[in-house]
């Protein structure tokens, strides 16, 4: 049986509120993080993504309460992100009410922590945030695609694809592809991207960045992804997540909430 394409909803959390931009900058206020995902659980998102965006940038941890009451409120998987630098703070995520917990910049500084978290809970709780991007001039990689870190504010060199090999390796249960080049501009996932690391991850890959119509999120798939992920076009009712999930099974994919799943 082949398993149902998932529509996530990102809430991405800066000082208590949900915001979104264009490459990450220029934010502006997207709403409460705890009401949007009340909505988002009600209009039929398969999980949710909390991400803390500016928690790496500013030395801090993720807002745990926040993730609390964000549990209490939605009944469908919750994964957190944001300054998990440690086992410790996993820990405390899955504890506040997570199901699983994105590691990111913390991992790349210290490969070994994606090892340490994996014995120690199991690589289904893992997802590896990548933010990659194409290399600008002065960098080059082997694939032409760059990792970076703090919310996109750091060039780190690294190829992404090998990071992706090595992070999965390391025991990473999933990725989340974030195109920096395409975040918030609206006009498609990168496609070339997605592609390139669906050939060498053998875990499922999230597509996300880009999305600004419903049939992007098709065209995400169509290049391997197996979730599909998006922020701003959900928050401004840009893009339902009913028109999502509708084209994906007029495309022949599986959803759930469609019969025939």
């Given at each position: 049986m082949t398993l149902a394409v998932r529509v996530i909803a990102c809430l991405d959390v800066a000082d208590g509120r949900v915001v979104k931009g264009v490459n990450f900058t220029n934010?502006?206020?997207?709403?409460?993080?705890?009401?949007?995902?009340?909505?988002?659980?009600?209009?039929?998102v398969d999980e949710l993504t909390?991400?803390?965006?500016?928690?790496?940038?500013?030395?801090?941890?993720?807002?745990?309460?926040?993730?609390?009451?964000?549990?209490?409120?939605?009944?469908?998987?919750?994964?957190?992100?944001?300054?998990?630098?440690?086992?410790?703070?996993?820990?405390?995520?899955?504890?506040?009410?997570?199901?699983?917990?994105?590691?990111?910049?913390?991992?790349?500084?210290?490969?070994?922590?994606?090892?340490?978290?994996?014995?120690?809970?199991?690589?289904?709780?893992?997802?590896l945030s990548v933010d990659a991007r194409r290399c600008p001039p002065g960098v080059q990689t082997p694939s032409g695609f760059e990792v970076t870190t703090h919310g996109g504010r750091r060039s780190t060199g690294i190829d992404a694809l090998e990071w992706v090999q090595q992070a999965q390796d390391r025991g990473v249960g999933e990725v989340l592809l974030n195109s920096m080049d395409a975040d918030g501009v609206q006009n498609g996932f990168d496609t070339e991207m997605i592609s390139r690391v669906c050939e060498v991850a053998q875990v499922p890959v999230i597509a996300s960045g880009g999305a600004g119509k419903a049939s992007h999120f098709v065209d995400a798939v169509a290049a391997g992804a197996q979730a599909v992920l998006a922020a701003s076009v959900f928050h401004f009712k840009t893009v339902s997540v009913a028109q999502v999930k509708t084209a994906l099974a007029q495309a022949g994919y599986p959803v759930r909430g469609f019969s025939g799943e």
């Open positions: 934010l502006r206020d997207a709403g409460d993080p705890v009401e949007l995902a009340r909505v988002y659980d009600t209009e039929g909390f991400l803390d965006i500016s928690a790496s940038h500013e030395g801090r941890g993720t807002t745990l309460e926040m993730v609390s009451r964000t549990a209490e409120n939605v009944f469908i998987p919750l994964t957190v992100g944001g300054g998990v630098r440690s086992v410790e703070d996993v820990n405390t995520l899955l504890a506040a009410g997570a199901d699983k917990v994105g590691v990111n910049t913390a991992a790349l500084a210290n490969p070994d922590l994606i090892d340490q978290v994996a014995r120690k809970f199991g690589n289904q709780v893992l997802v």
